[in-house]
């Protein structure tokens, strides 16, 4: 089985950035984008899989690298996909914060607020 | 016929001063109030930054108690407080410079020269009773037990070397001139209307959103937290006035401390922080990586200062990720006085709804 040699660290990237804009714009818009955006960048990866798997061409066009494994490990590889978005998405939402009000783990170490205030509970 | 009792509040404006005369007025005392101007409360805080000591005067307008500015600093002006008025029945001295981020010189000016003014009258205008608002950081670290109140003092940082001082100048009225001086030792204070002090932990931790657990090893490190809800310090001082053998002594006044793990646990869930990482450590290592963030936080409160606005997290306050502060209550209950907020989460639990009402969190 062909698998992606650089899909993980992509998800990682591709999750945090998600996340980053998620917390800061989307949030607001609409609380499931996030789960939007995770099915969105999962089944477009998988897919991926499947058509370079199926008509014989390479994951990406090869542009990631290749490998070939056992389809065991490459089945549970690929199944890991979400995991790997989240994984990459909630050191992000560490860092900057979940909503917009929050900043974050690097709250403590600026000078400048750049959280939105606080809306009283019964608004938010 | 019950005569109504009279009361001067110092720091009126302040946060504290305010719950005092709420209760006061409440109990049927006659109040008179003072504190700076607005204005003048300018000289003494900076207030660019996020979070500085706040000045309420609408309590005053609210409560139409008689209110008298008045700078400690400037002994002329505290007289008419006293001049051509009957000898109050209690002086509850509040008003102090309350800040980590004041300088020593202005600290000394109105904490310790301020309070010298303000008792040499009171001894001079024979008010009955002088409650004095000192601070449990006057101890400094306690080891393996809680401390009491005839613990030495070690004040860790100028405030709290200033409320030292400050305590000196006083039992010194108290022994030589007689001042009927009781002090009361507050932990940490919060209530409706904080918004310095307990106030910067709950901010930070929502700003940041992420719960971080620590539990030490050995579990006897285990960091403590000690605090009160301004209901019972308030209550409390008003007890200590009615009860003349309070005099001639110092009462600490919080609620029982719980652990820091516990109170972290229970500050996630009051304010709806889910995410929680649990990190056990061992006590050297934690001391060396707290020793880098107060070394990064004493760099941005240098940068702050040089901005001339403040930091977000005072050096003396980010003190308590690194110190023990466990102090005794029992002083005060044996004398039968009961905390309503005896739990503190209980007392944080009605603050952090106030200000989740408010969206101050």
């Given at each position: 089985?062909?698998?992606?040699?650089?899909?993980?660290?992509?998800?990682?990237?591709?999750?945090?950035?998600?996340?980053?804009?998620?917390?800061?714009?989307?949030?607001?818009?609409?609380?499931?984008?996030?789960?939007?955006?995770?099915?969105?960048?999962?089944?477009?990866?998988?897919?991926?899989?499947?058509?370079?798997?199926?008509?014989?061409?390479?994951?990406?066009?090869?542009?990631?690298?290749?490998?070939?494994?056992?389809?065991?490990?490459?089945?549970?590889?690929?199944?890991?996909?979400?995991?790997?978005?989240?994984?990459?998405?909630?050191?992000?939402?560490?860092?900057?914060?979940?909503?917009?009000?929050?900043?974050?783990?690097?709250?403590?170490?600026?000078?400048?607020?750049?959280?939105?205030?606080?809306?009283?509970?019964?608004?938010? | 016929?019950?005569?109504?009792?009279?009361?001067?509040?110092?720091?009126?404006?302040?946060?504290?001063?305010?719950?005092?005369?709420?209760?006061?007025?409440?109990?049927?005392?006659?109040?008179?109030?003072?504190?700076?101007?607005?204005?003048?409360?300018?000289?003494?805080?900076?207030?660019?930054?996020?979070?500085?000591?706040?000045?309420?005067?609408?309590?005053?307008?609210?409560?139409?108690?008689?209110?008298?500015?008045?700078?400690?600093?400037?002994?002329?002006?505290?007289?008419?407080?006293?001049?051509?008025?009957?000898?109050?029945?209690?002086?509850?001295?509040?008003?102090?410079?309350?800040?980590?981020?004041?300088?020593?010189?202005?600290?000394?000016?109105?904490?310790?020269?301020?309070?010298?003014?303000?008792?040499?009258?009171?001894?001079?205008?024979?008010?009955?009773?002088?409650?004095?608002?000192?601070?449990?950081?006057?101890?400094?670290?306690?080891?393996?037990?809680?401390?009491?109140?005839?613990?030495?003092?070690?004040?860790?940082?100028?405030?709290?070397?200033?409320?030292?001082?400050?305590?000196?100048?006083?039992?010194?009225?108290?022994?030589?001139?007689?001042?009927?001086?009781?002090v009361l030792r507050p932990a940490p204070i919060y209530g409706p209307r904080h918004r310095y002090g307990v106030y910067h932990i709950l901010y930070a931790l929502r700003r940041i959103g992420t719960g971080v657990v620590i539990s030490w090893y050995p579990r006897k490190k285990t960091l403590m937290f000690p605090s009160v809800h301004v209901t019972d310090l308030v209550r409390a001082a008003i007890f200590c006035a009615e009860h003349d053998e309070t005099i001639g002594k110092s009462y600490n006044v919080l609620s029982d401390c719980i652990t820091q793990t516990e109170m972290l646990e229970f500050l996630y869930d009051a304010l709806g922080i889910k995410?929680?990482?649990?990190?056990?450590?061992?006590?050297?290592?934690?001391?060396?990586?707290?020793?880098?963030?107060?070394?990064?936080?004493?760099?941005?409160?240098?940068?702050?200062?040089?901005?001339?606005?403040?930091?977000?997290?005072?050096?003396?306050?980010?003190?308590?990720?690194?110190?023990?502060?466990?102090?005794?209550?029992?002083?005060?209950?044996?004398?039968?006085?009961?905390?309503?907020?005896?739990?503190?989460?209980?007392?944080?639990?009605?603050?952090?709804?106030?200000?989740?009402?408010?969206?101050?969190?």
């Amino acid at each position: 089985m062909k698998v992606g040699l650089l899909d993980v660290p992509l998800l990682i990237v591709i999750g945090g950035i998600c996340a980053y804009i998620y917390a800061k714009h989307l949030i607001n818009r609409n609380r499931d984008w996030y789960v939007f955006l995770i099915l969105f960048f999962t089944l477009l990866f998988w897919l991926n899989i499947l058509i370079s798997n199926l008509v014989a061409s390479n994951p990406w066009f090869g542009i990631f690298g290749v490998a070939k494994v056992h389809p065991l490990i490459g089945t549970f590889y690929v199944l890991s996909y979400p995991l790997w978005f989240s994984w990459g998405a909630e050191r992000i939402f560490q860092i900057f914060g979940r909503t917009p009000e929050e900043e974050g783990m690097l709250w403590p170490f600026t000078l400048r607020e750049r959280g939105k205030p606080f809306k009283p509970s019964w608004k938010s | 016929m019950h005569e109504e009792k009279r009361a001067l509040v110092t720091g009126a404006c302040g946060f504290t001063g305010g719950h005092m005369i709420e209760l006061l007025v409440k109990e049927g005392w006659e109040v008179v109030a003072t504190d700076l101007k607005r204005e003048e409360h300018k000289q003494y805080y900076c207030e660019e930054g996020t979070l500085h000591p706040a000045y309420y005067e609408d309590i005053i307008e609210k409560l139409k108690v008689e209110f008298i500015p008045a700078d400690l600093t400037k002994k002329e002006t505290l007289i008419p407080l006293f001049e051509g008025k009957p000898p109050y029945d209690a002086i509850f001295h509040i008003a102090s410079l309350y800040d980590y981020f004041a300088e020593w010189d202005v600290l000394y000016k109105v904490n310790v020269i301020g309070v010298k003014n303000i008792a040499e009258l009171a001894i001079e205008y024979k008010a009955k009773r002088f409650i004095h608002w000192s601070t449990e950081g006057v101890y400094g670290e306690a080891e393996d037990s809680p401390i009491d109140e005839d613990h030495p003092f070690n004040p860790p940082n100028n405030y709290s070397k200033s409320k030292a001082e400050q305590e000196r100048v006083l039992w010194a009225l108290y022994k030589e001139k007689g001042l009927p001086l009781t002090v009361l030792r507050p932990a940490p204070i919060y209530g409706p209307r904080h918004r310095y002090g307990v106030y910067h932990i709950l901010y930070a931790l929502r700003r940041i959103g992420t719960g971080v657990v620590i539990s030490w090893y050995p579990r006897k490190k285990t960091l403590m937290f000690p605090s009160v809800h301004v209901t019972d310090l308030v209550r409390a001082a008003i007890f200590c006035a009615e009860h003349d053998e309070t005099i001639g002594k110092s009462y600490n006044v919080l609620s029982d401390c719980i652990t820091q793990t516990e109170m972290l646990e229970f500050l996630y869930d009051a304010l709806g922080i889910k995410k929680v990482v649990r990190i056990p450590i061992y006590w050297p290592i934690y001391k060396f990586f707290s020793k880098i963030a107060m070394r990064i936080i004493t760099y941005l409160d240098r940068r702050a200062r040089k901005r001339g606005i403040r930091p977000k997290v005072d050096v003396p306050m980010a003190g308590y990720i690194t110190h023990q502060y466990w102090f005794s209550n029992k002083r005060l209950k044996d004398l039968g006085f009961k905390y309503i907020y005896e739990d503190p989460r209980k007392g944080l639990w009605d603050y952090i709804t106030w200000c989740k009402e408010r969206g101050w969190l």
